[in-house]
């Protein structure tokens, strides 16, 4: 019997946490994902699965915060659905039984990694990361983009302060370098 | 530049990748009986016109759409911007 321990994305059995003076950077371990994209011609029922699933489909450029499932538009009918790993280990399976033939799904938890960015400094921070129009967010709105060449979801969420990064979990080691410059240089 | 992207609103240019004509988009029949020749055309021979051009950008820093935007190459004025899946729908690209 094998006995596997499981790693974060930065390789450490605890999640990393990385506090300065005003702003604090989380890696967050407890993210299940996958990826839902409607199938041409079923995007109506896509839809209203997904609106019963968030209370809402998120449109371009937003995300439904929601729980336990919450998502993010990603493209023109497609969305990326996340829940709490602990509980929704296999959110995939879950919401393909759900769409059936409406929609393709596809298990993202294992491509992404997860930082939170909290504290008065989460906008300073975020202009020198990337190009999104930090201070002109509101709650929910989510946006692709680039930090450190690497392709990023940015989400505000409920709090003023508080950012969420979805990056490429093979580069979380370098994305992690980028937020702790980042916040180096505004602490 | 700034490109008008249908659905995210203004984006600057440097935030896409220019993918060539808009043409691509009219693949050959490869069952027609002038299938080399239309092939030759498609893989290489290309307008290059001083004045207005439909080209293919992709979004590839923002939401990874491609885009068809009409540019003035002499001015770099944009008249149209579109989805390029819209575009290649309406033209019966949607099996």
């Given at each position: 019997?094998?006995d ?26 407890g ?36 729980d ?8 023109p ?12 280990e ?5 919401l ?66 508080h ?18 410059t ?6 | ?22 043409r ?10 002038t ?7 498609y ?44 575009v290649?729908?309406?033209?019966g690209?949607?099996?």
């Amino acid at each position: 019997m094998h006995d596997l321990i499981s790693t974060t994305a930065l390789g450490g059995t605890e999640p990393q946490i990385n506090t300065f003076p005003h702003v604090t950077i989380t890696e967050n371990d407890g993210v299940a994902l996958a990826s839902v994209a409607a199938r041409m011609g079923h995007e109506k029922a896509c839809h209203a699965a997904l609106k019963k699933l968030l209370g809402a489909v998120p449109g371009p450029g937003r995300a439904q915060l929601h729980d336990p499932e919450a998502g993010f538009w990603m493209g023109p009918d497609q969305w990326m659905i996340g829940a709490p790993k602990a509980s929704h280990e296999l959110l995939a399976d879950t919401l393909k039984d759900l769409l059936g033939d409406a929609a393709s799904v596809t298990e993202q938890s294992g491509a992404w990694v997860c930082f939170d960015i909290t504290g008065p400094a989460m906008p300073e921070m975020c202009e020198r990361l990337c190009g999104v129009p930090i201070r002109q967010m509101q709650s929910g709105d989510a946006q692709r983009t680039v930090i450190h060449q690497l392709g990023c979801f940015v989400i505000r969420r409920e709090a003023d302060d508080h950012i969420r990064v979805f990056g490429p979990r093979a580069s979380a080691a370098t994305l992690h370098h980028a937020l702790i410059t980042a916040a180096k240089s505004v602490a | 530049m700034i490109i008008e992207h249908p659905l995210l609103g203004p984006r600057d240019s440097a935030e896409f990748t220019y993918m060539g004509d808009a043409r691509l988009i009219d693949r050959p029949d490869a069952s027609s009986e002038t299938a080399a020749r239309d092939f030759y055309e498609y893989g290489y021979l290309r307008e290059n016109p001083a004045g207005w051009h439909d080209e293919l950008w992709f979004h590839e820093a923002g939401d990874r759409s491609w885009l068809v935007v009409t540019r003035n190459t002499l001015t770099h004025e944009i008249s149209k911007v579109e989805m390029a899946r819209d575009v290649a729908r309406s033209r019966g690209r949607s099996k």
